[in-house]
């Protein structure tokens, strides 16, 4: 066997020729040349005449245990009647690329199942270069349909770098996926989307959930003004919990300025007995909440309240709960405690788009259910220094992306 053609089945991509093999220090370089004998536009792929010879590249490409494999060939350049002039395609990468396309699958395979350090250190790369790899191997899979057809909808942000920064993702509740990501948490990013659907796409949308930040509003009604928003029920119990919250810390203040330490003590410790579901509270935190009730009168009822404001959410007619509602609202407005009275005002300001819920019973609960992941993926991606990078891990990891890489096949004993 020659070694041109052995290096070509070491090399393991079919549509290449190998013309010469050499080594550079601890690196196996292989001259290659595309299959297809005449030279192609590496922007819409079609067959183009050359334009000039570029001077010789290469390419890292997987390699075989420690020893590296690099494709060195020279490029030329086509003149695409479509494209104008472009450096040409070559089967072996993606465009602007300096790895192979089994290097950058085998990358974000990696990266799909295990941490940073572990990436960086099988392939020999910073992991700063896995980010802008995960990048183009996203862009590359990601399913040009999914913005088609949309029509129920969730958008919902997502904090990290310690609260920072912030990317906005939409997930389509029909097919239970993330559809879109982008940097920032603002109208314009939203707008943003809206931009990449089209206006048709917009005009489809029937259903959006979200939380009851200001801006998503502002550029739903702009971009698709018959699309029903639905706010997102945790969103709207978490304002009761963090009222709960506010009125135990009152208490807490109180207490301490009247002199009596234990009583603080005693609130300040019931936190998480206030803020958990009833039914998940053990017998011992049965009797914290019963002495709230004997001497905590005004936290009590905070909590009650919280608690009315989830069952009002369980109600199953529409009519049952705008009734159940409407006696909500009335009861916090009156309940002398401040953090309730502001609270209704802001329900009862969204009070049609917040009973949405009954009859859609349409949450962020997809979104909320990736967070875990997502941190995970945050901490990951933590090195990336972009959103890009970020956004590119999260299509990776919770985008539904098939990533094959070359792995070997099954042991044959022989
Ligand atoms: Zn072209």
Redesign the pocket.
Same mark, same amino acid.
């Given at each position: 066997m020659r070694i041109t053609k052995f290096a070509r089945v070491l090399i393991g991509i079919a549509s290449l020729f190998v013309t010469d093999v050499f080594f550079v220090d601890t690196c196996l370089v292989a001259r290659v040349r595309p299959s297809w004998r005449q030279p192609r %536009?590496a %922007? %819409?792929?079609?067959i183009?005449p050359g334009y000039d010879r570029r001077p010789a590249r290469r390419w890292v490409h997987l390699g075989v245990g420690a020893l590296r494999i690099l494709l060195e060939y020279a490029p030329c350049r086509v003149h %695409?009647?479509?494209?104008g002039v472009?450096i040409e395609k070559v089967p072996w990468a993606r465009r602007d690329s300096r790895f192979t396309i089994d290097f950058e699958d085998m990358a974000a395979y990696l990266a799909q199942i295990t941490n940073k350090t572990e990436v960086a250190a099988i392939l020999g790369i910073a992991w700063a270069t896995v980010g802008n790899i995960i990048e183009r191997v996203v862009a590359g899979k990601l399913d040009p349909e999914r913005l088609a057809d949309l029509k129920r909808i969730g958008i919902d942000e997502f904090s990290y770098r310690r609260r920072h920064r912030y990317i906005t993702i939409v997930v389509d509740h029909d097919k239970q996926r993330i559809v879109w990501a982008g940097e920032g948490n603002s109208a314009n990013t939203l707008d943003t989307f809206f931009a990449e659907i089209g206006e048709d796409a917009a005009a489809k949308l029937e259903i959006a959930t979200i939380d009851m930040a200001g801006g998503y509003i502002k550029s739903l009604e702009k971009n698709a003004p018959n699309v029903q928003i639905v706010f997102d029920r945790f969103h709207v119990q978490k304002l009761a919990s963090d009222a709960v919250d506010q009125v135990r810390r009152d208490m807490v203040r109180q207490y301490r300025e009247g002199d009596d330490p234990d009583a603080a003590k005693t609130i300040k410790r019931s936190r998480f007995v206030l803020l958990k579901n009833r039914w998940d509270l053990s017998p011992k935190e049965w009797d914290r909440l019963a002495a709230i009730q004997e001497h905590n009168a005004p936290l009590y009822r905070a909590y009650l309240l919280k608690e009315s404001l989830a069952a009002v959410f369980e109600e199953t007619r529409a009519s049952s709960a705008k009734r159940e509602l409407a006696r909500w609202l009335k009861w916090a407005s009156r309940s002398k405690l401040k953090p309730f009275v502001r609270v209704a005002r802001t329900i009862r300001q969204h009070k049609e788009r917040i009973l949405a819920y009954i009859e859609t019973r349409l949450t962020n609960g997809i979104t909320e259910g990736f967070n875990s992941k997502l941190r995970m993926i945050a901490r990951r991606a933590f090195g990336f220094h972009s959103a890009g990078a970020l956004i590119g891990m999260l299509f990776l990891c919770c985008g539904g992306l098939t990533i094959d890489p070359p792995l070997p096949g099954p042991w044959c004993p022989w």
């Open positions: %536009c %922007c %819409c792929g079609k183009a %695409c009647p479509d494209c472009h």
